[in-house]
T-cell receptor, first 117, second 111 residues
């Protein structure tokens, strides 16, 4: 079974530039999550999708971050414009829909390491 | 709001030593509790879980017991190996299954 795919793996940009990250979840996983992991901290949820609808985006800085999952499969997270404090690893995870026995288990991709200079 | 506190690292042990990584949580209700592990160069993966009080999660020789009275979920292993070197994250399952993570504990096991 293929895991969660993310690209790119690494990205370096200057502040005020834009950047986009892509995630393809495990086939059949209805729920998709984007987390931000700043160095020395645990991952923090940015946004959660159930199919193509947003379940939780309470910690997404909406003035600069946006995300979409138009067909309920893969997803894109965008930052525009980037700030120095956005330097972090962006993790994508997926899980089965709530109500299924193992829906608690999230499968993580390798992450995209973003450096803003 | 809900939160997780885990002991700071790094934790450096010799092979075959006993491991404990402390984790306590603050939450409304009775969340599920998890330990995730991140090996060098790899993504986060679920190590073990417990879904209710007094449950013991176990996997690969690691164990953790959900203690409601002390709001704790400490990770233990009787005899660590070099291959256990990784970053370990304690997490709780919030509403809608989102995960709230601790800051992570780096474990380094020396031969």
């Amino acid at each position: 079974e293929a895991g969660v795919a993310q690209s790119p793996r690494y990205k370096i940009i200057e502040k005020r530039q834009s950047v986009a990250f892509w995630c393809n979840p495990i086939s059949g996983h209805a729920t998709l999550y984007w987390y931000q992991q700043i160095l020395g901290q645990g991952p923090k949820l940015l946004i959660q999708f159930q199919n193509n609808g947003v379940v939780d985006d309470s910690q997404l800085p909406k003035d600069r971050f946006s995300a979409e999952r138009l067909k309920g499969v893969d997803s894109t997270l965008k930052i525009q414009p980037a700030k120095l404090e956005d330097s972090a690893v962006y993790l994508c995870a997926s899980s089965l829909r709530p109500g299924t026995p193992t829906s608690y288990e999230q499968y993580f991709g390798p992450g995209t390491r973003l450096t803003v200079t | 709001g809900d939160s997780v506190t885990q002991m700071e690292g790094p934790v450096t042990l010799s092979e075959e030593a006993f491991l404990t990584i402390n984790c306590t949580y603050t939450a409304t209700g009775y969340p599920s509790l998890f330990w995730y592990v991140q090996y060098p160069g790899e993504g986060l993966q679920l190590l073990l879980k417990a879904t209710k009080a007094d449950d013991k999660g176990s996997n690969k020789g690691f164990e953790a017991t959900y203690r409601k009275e002390t709001t704790s979920f400490h990770l233990e292993k009787g005899s660590v190996q070099v291959s256990d070197s990784a970053v370990y994250f304690c997490a709780l399952g919030g509403a809608t299954n989102k995960l709230i993570f601790g800051t992570g504990t780096l474990l380094a096991v020396q031969p």
